[in-house]
């Protein structure tokens, strides 16, 4: 009898902490700012922070020549990174990619960490974080982040996942708030 | 009639070359945006979808601000001159080395910077980013740097010597000058320069008494510090 108590206590416990998370998880998803939710248009910033430039192998042994990269040399895969992204938001056709932030509702930060580059790829085990920041739209403007996910899941999980994750967000966001 | 000649025709020349050198050396020096030379007031956040974030402005953060003086957190970003975010990740991979499990954790600290206020800069963004292993060691190299190499021209107006005053003491200072110059290089973390500067005070006016508080408390900070803030130290 006594054991059957302490079971029954057991459950009911688990199910209001059950409870809390949910209410705690609907909470968060309220939260969701409504100038992202209210944003049309984007701008996409790219930012490579360091890089080693590997340059083709000329040996069977050891690594590739390496060297860190130069502003220069970082520039084509700063326009890479920033073609991906944009192919991300285009496909998801939730922002139309503007150019100038000051008429944006709002700017995309995405920052990749010491990534490997060569031949034209961007690769390796490296980190990045994406942020959503208001554009010059915006009435109240604060460079405050409104959204921010960051990731060193060492190349398990790329960049552009994470731009699909903020969509993922916002329709969930949506969806709890129509 | 020989010096004259000098004055003129190489040693105007020369000062000029020379003032050139130095501002732009000073400028070479200067390895971050005037915008973060020039802040005193910052916000600092934490932001992560994966981490709540609890603490924004952990205790240990707090000690680093405070040992230095130059910033003064506040808690409005449109009064903010700087908004410095950080996050703080950990991910630990599996494999097998022979017949053992072996277990791999990665740290990554990021301290990314914003300019504040409430009119934005689309110049730069970010103003700033640096990473490392752990985020304090990583915000405190970025706050020594700072310190280490701004020039005097990049510094904040309040940290700066009084009006028609050089930075370089050159000029007649009086005490009061030379109060005010120390307590902001005071504020800046520079205390030798502080204890120089109220030293002087005292000097050319023996009987002043905020110069002789502030000679004595900034004598004991240094103290405190030379000890690096271990239990014992002069407080």
């Known amino acids: 009898m006594k054991a059957s108590q302490t079971l029954h206590a057991a459950m009911l ?3 209001v902490v059950f409870f809390l998370q949910v209410q705690a ?8 700012p409504d100038d992202i939710l209210s944003a049309k248009t984007i701008v996409i910033r790219v930012n490579l922070v360091g890089g ?3 340059e083709k192998r000329t040996k069977h042994w050891g690594p590739a020549p390496h060297h860190y990269a130069s502003a220069d040399e970082l520039k084509p895969y700063i326009e890479q990174a920033h073609s991906e992204v944009e192919e991300v938001f285009t496909r998801k056709k939730r922002f139309q990619v503007v150019s100038d932030p000051a008429a944006a509702d709002l700017v995309c930060l995405v920052i990749i960490y010491s990534p490997n580059l060569g031949e034209g790829k961007i690769s390796g085990e490296f980190s990045h974080a994406i942020m959503v920041l208001k554009g010059g739209t915006s009435a109240h403007w604060d460079a405050v982040p409104l959204w921010m996910t960051t ?28 | 009639m020989k010096y004259d000649f000098l004055k003129i025709r190489f040693v105007k020349p020369m000062l000029v070359v020379a003032a050139t050198i130095a501002v732009s050396a000073a400028a070479r020096a200067a390895q971050f945006r005037s915008e973060i030379y020039q802040a005193t007031n910052v916000y600092v956040m934490c932001r992560s979808v994966f981490d709540d974030c609890n603490e924004p402005i952990p205790k240990s953060f707090q000690e680093v601000f405070a040992k230095k003086n130059r910033w003064t957190l506040v808690d409005e970003p449109a009064k903010a001159d700087l908004i410095l975010v950080w996050f703080q990740e950990e991910s630990t991979t599996y494999g097998s080395r022979g017949r053992s499990l072996v277990s ?8 990314i910077v914003l300019k504040g206020g409430s009119t934005p800069d689309w110049s730069a963004v970010p103003l700033y980013v640096t990473a490392g292993k752990f985020i304090v060691p990583v915000i405190q190299e970025f706050y020594d740097e700072v310190i280490r190499t701004a020039p005097p021209f990049m510094t904040p107006s309040a940290l700066l010597p009084p009006p028609g005053k050089s930075s370089t003491g050159v000029g007649r200072m009086s005490a009061n000058d030379y109060l005010a110059r120390g307590r902001g290089w005071r504020q800046r973390g520079d205390l030798d320069n502080a204890i120089h500067d109220f030293t002087m005070a005292l000097r050319l006016k023996p009987d002043f008494e905020e110069a002789k508080i502030e000679l004595e408390s900034a004598k004991k900070a240094k103290a405190a510090a030379d000890c690096h803030y271990q239990l014992g ?3």
């Open chain 1, 13 to 15: 416990c688990g199910l």
């Open chain 1, 25 to 32: 998880k609907d909470k968060k998803n309220r939260h969701f």
């Open chain 1, 52 to 54: 080693t430039v590997y």
């Open chain 1, 151 to 178: 990731s060193i899941d060492l190349a398990h999980k790329w960049y552009t996942d994470d731009v699909a994750l903020l969509h993922d967000h916002i329709q969930k966001a949506e969806k709890n708030n129509p």
């Open chain 2, 104 to 111: 791999d954790t990665w740290r990554f600290g990021s301290l």
């Open chain 2, 233 to 235: 130290c002069p407080k």
